[in-house]
């Protein structure tokens, strides 16, 4: 985890169809190079160049880069590729039409998660080692140990209604209210995943 804070840039795109615009286009052209899967995490130029996998065979066929060969492999590039202002990636001015948008007046609630144990004195403090079951399969369990997790990061979509339902239009200090059930469905069982890794 240091080495990608420290030499990589988080990108995140949409893998939900081939969209018509300049991120469906660098899409593609990651896709092209063996790149692919929802949920996976590639080591790509600017330009679209995969760093994963080998000379070979430029793809990590699915799976995720391994990051200090992703760095390795971005190292040993022309440094006319690597330096500052090589490439310049414009802001996506237009989005395909087709592209999902949320409804008028919804609200997108952006959220943390991070796993906490408690000090001698019974205050929550972050924990520096966490153990997590990873997928649970017919021979039971896959557990993993996290060193210095970072916190995970989950967004949850409010329509206008929920918004209203979950803030009254007189709110007041101490004051509790029922939530609907679809709107607490949504909110507990369906955003507070397990989301730390």
């Not at 330009?47 to 793809?59: D, H, I, N, Q, S």
């Not at 796993?115 to 039971?140: M, T, W």
């Not at 929920?162 to 101490?174: E, I, N, R």
């Amino acid at each position: 985890m240091k080495a990608i804070r420290e030499n990589f840039l988080p990108v995140v795109i949409t893998l939900h169809g081939a969209y018509k615009d300049a991120e469906g286009d660098f899409w593609k052209s990651i896709h092209g190079q063996g790149g692919w899967g929802t949920g996976r995490f590639h080591g790509v130029t600017a330009a679209g160049k995969m760093l994963c996998g080998t000379a070979e065979r430029p793809g990590c066929g699915g799976g995720s880069c391994n990051p200090q060969k992703a760095l390795a492999r971005w190292n040993a590039l022309p440094e006319e590729e690597r330096r500052p202002g090589a490439v310049r990636v414009e802001h996506l001015a237009e989005m395909d039409p087709a592209f999902p948008r949320r409804p008028e007046g919804s609200l997108i609630l952006k959220g943390y998660n991070r796993p906490l144990g408690r000090d001698e004195a019974g205050r929550l403090v972050r924990l520096k080692e966490y153990r997590d079951c990873q997928e649970l399969s017919p021979d039971g369990p896959h557990w993993k140990t996290f060193v210095d997790p970072e916190p995970g990061r989950s967004f949850l979509w409010f329509t206008e209604a929920q918004c209203k339902a979950v803030v009254p239009a007189d709110p007041q200090a101490g004051r509790t209210i029922p939530l609907a059930e679809p709107v607490a469905d949504r909110i507990v069982r369906l955003t507070l995943l397990n989301t730390i890794y």
